[in-house]
């Protein structure tokens, strides 16, 4: 079955979607009868290009990588670029599915809430990997999708790829989740890393983590929680059902945690992990994100490096742990592909 | 949705998925739109309950419970214990979905694999935990189910409710998997786990892990690897597309490896593991059940215990790991649940 497909925001997830889109074409044909035509790509700097017979993925990847704009669009009469605002764009388009991934806005979750809500009312399937509709509006997004009939998905929101509401929903449905409790940055596991089997301070192995392009010239999203905390108001909203806003989850970072805490706790066989945690307890949901030391036996313990992993409470199962990346120009756009074979299988 | 479900085998993983239906009705029917209406039981031990307005779960239950066979069934008039075979069975009762759970035999899957073949050719979807038909039989079976337009599921034969299947289905989708790495039996796991971190030699780890429950009188299955190589076998043939025998894979135990052994493994900053490893390359698909020394940054490396775990190396996702629950009367059930889940989903 062909689906059109609409992207909004053609960054570095959406361009990891395109490639794997291109790349994969047949398998994704053959082993699951699918097949993507993309239809339109509207982004804030870069333009807008209708196509209704689909795009040239490796014709826009080019111009992309060169820098270029979609109005470079060399194939006439195969497409159209306009400056097209997103909104204007899905009046335009015939894309069943959208795709948002435009940049987070953990304040407002705007613009890209805006899009989501026109796209759902016009009775389009949503998939984003955009944290900020999730974390400050996953309810009203939610039931405004079932109202018009639609899906809205959010896999890409917190371990990108990593399927932790695929897991959820499929492999562990029939069980209740009662906590959450998680390496969501991958950042700030990183540095912990460095500083425990390098005996690295905080200072440098931050530095060391901005080197490799883990951690952002201001790193105060990462190593303050903030990024956790998005993660852990979707997690508490989405699988415990929690209604929680983000001020209502306390939050410690780890930039006060030094090679001597790190030292300590190891002498005593623990080690330090920034966890971010929620919990339903008497119908209540409650959330922190924090530093916290683990024993070396906690399948959270041994998640080393810039990797994520989640562990479920479940009273069927017990307790289930996944880890894998959480980040990645590949892995977030597979995590949109993920969510549209989730359209795709009904 | 109510699905009509007849059980073969109600030992301890048939009465755990009695119990979570009993348990869990107002859940699933709430939460997934899902009631069962449990039709028919067969067991070779306890006899043949037909039951076409459903059994009483409660009352069979207590009745197993008490060393009870099923013709103790007291509710006149609504069911009728008869000396029938599970064959028999199947022509006489109207569900849709036949839970399997007969004892593994791995030389020859039987008798489960002729139930399930004659369930199948019914129109029946199936779905079990049994290694044997899964282990010898997939490709047939799996064949004959889509010629009857059903399902045939096995989410419990790898490691009980852990979802393997479900995450390579679901979550995983679209990714091509290249191999898949696990700890696949939770008995020698245990056993490997306390030779490290109590020093205990093999023999008193074994006794130790017999007096608990997770070792059998007779222990070869499991320390042997027989256990785990029919394991490594369902997942290379599922999840690889191979098409291995037993035969085909290479085996060894852990009944050699001595606490000199493990303590010159943790010198050098390793840990044995008992692995079971299956690899796509070139086309080909070869598999090995062997003690491995791994490093500890491995996600394996961090099981402890009776869990198990896999990690499953993905083209786009690279390597994901899933930790839970290997065993157990509840998972078991559980995983039996989910595939029935599944077949409610479509």
Redesign the interface.
Known sequence: MEHKIGLIGCGTVGQGLLQ?LHE?KD??RDV?GFEARVVAISDKLKGTLLAPDGIDIPAVLAMLGAGQGLAAYPHAGRGRTEPLDPLDMLERTDAGIIAEMTYTDIKTGEPATGYIKKALRLGKHVVTSNKGPAALHYRELRDLARQNGVQFRI?GTVMS???VF??A????????ITEVQGILNGTTNFILSKMETEGMDYGPALALAQKLGYAEADPTADVEGFDALAKVVILSNVLLGGSLKTSDVARQGISAITKADVEAAKAKGLRYKLIGRAKLEGGAVTASVSPRMLP??D?L?????AQNALSLQTD??????????GAGK??T??AI??DI??VH?G
């Open positions: 794997i994969k398998y994704l699951h896999e790829g990593t399927p695929h897991l929903e499929a492999g562990l449905a029939g069980n209740t070396l036996a399948p313990a041994g998640v080393m490096g069927l199962m017990g307790k289930i742990t996944i880890q894998g990346a590949i892995e756009g597979f592909l993920s074979l989730a299988r």
